[in-house]
């Protein structure tokens, strides 16, 4: 399917993070004749071993909302090439990104003349935690966020729930990093996809297009194997988030362990009674576009 109507644009955000190095984030935006500056920003965020394309069917679900989708620094068809992996700022990792995020939406209101303006955030897992920790430093530039699928093990997980998930990431990490030992970069990509989707899988099960965007962003992959840890964030600190900047978190029926109890821990953390999608998995919202936009349009009515 060709949507005709969503522009890529590039734009330079390095002005917000005080660094001499240029750095300049790629991003869809859907084009209008009505003037954006009346209807609220509505941005998303990928995940692992995607980029911007992955929200396409999106943006144009969401008439009353200006809606865009950013590639993160490290993904796309380009990423940015990391010149020295002991600089915090070149890192791999969701601290990085998470300062990329708010020099990108303090860009996009300094070039619209809209200094206060905020964001709507909706993000799926890697983007949780990018999205949590930009709205815990930058609170002002985020109204709401619809999080599908945490997948740090914070949030206030028991010391039960911890080992279960340590256990399940260890079953779904260690094949794909034998995989990259071997040097089979494409049967760790296989492997992961099948992990993510919790039953047999692979690459070539998937539509044409997304078989492409994953190829492109295969080394991101990798790239999460290296990150730096991710800054946790305790059930404390995610119910102060939640008071300034309203968190929905949600998650598939079928996923897997590490999914599922990252996301029930915030969602307990925010007091959170629902969120749990029946008969969906850590895939949906890539292969059923169709059931999640009608998911977020309830939630965003």
């Known amino acids: 399917m060709l949507f005709v109507n969503i522009s890529p644009k590039h734009l330079d955000i390095s002005p917000y993070l005080k660094t001499a190095n240029a750095q300049t984030l790629e991003y869809l935006q859907v084009e209008s004749q009505e003037s954006d500056n009346h209807r609220p920003a509505l941005l998303f965020l990928h995940g692992i071993l995607g980029d911007a394309r992955i929200w396409q ?46 020099a990108f939406c303090r860009t996009l209101n300094q070039q619209a003349d809209l200094p206060h303006r905020q964001f709507k955030i909706v993000a799926w897992p890697y983007a949780c935690h990018v999205s949590l920790l930009a709205a815990q430093m930058a609170p002002e530039l985020f109204e709401s966020m619809i999080l599908y699928e945490l997948i740090v093990p914070t949030y206030g997980m028991t010391e039960e729930n911890q080992a279960r998930f340590t256990k399940d990431i260890t079953k779904m990490m260690s094949p794909i990093i034998k995989a990259y030992r071997r040097k089979k970069p494409d049967l760790a ?5 099948s992990a993510c989707k919790n039953m047999q899988y692979s690459l070539s099960d998937q539509s044409e297009q997304l078989q492409v965007i994953k190829q492109d962003n295969a080394e991101s992959l990798q790239k999460l194997l290296t990150q730096v840890e991710p800054k946790p964030i305790s059930a404390a600190a995610l119910r102060d988030i939640h008071q300034q900047t309203p ?27 629902e969120g749990c999608i029946q008969q969906a998995d850590h895939l949906l919202p890539e292969e059923d576009p169709q059931r999640m936009i009608a998911i977020l349009q309830s939630l965003l009515a």
């Not at 969401?62 to 989708?69: D, Q, R, V």
């Not at 990509?189 to 996809?193: A, G, K, T």
């Not at 599922?260 to 009674?273: C, F, P, V, Y």
């Open 189 to 193: 990509v296989d492997l992961f996809i």
């Open 57 to 102: 069917p999106y943006l144009t679900a969401f008439p009353n909302y200006e809606t865009l989708a950013v590639t993160q620094s490290g993904f796309g068809q380009k990423p940015v090439q990391e010149s020295n992996s002991d600089d915090a700022e070149a890192r791999f990792d969701t601290q990085r990104h998470a300062k990329e995020l708010i």
């Open 247 to 273: 968190v929905t978190i949600l998650y598939g029926e079928n996923s897997r362990d590490i999914f599922k109890l990252s996301s029930e821990a915030g969602m307990m953390a925010i007091s959170q009674k």
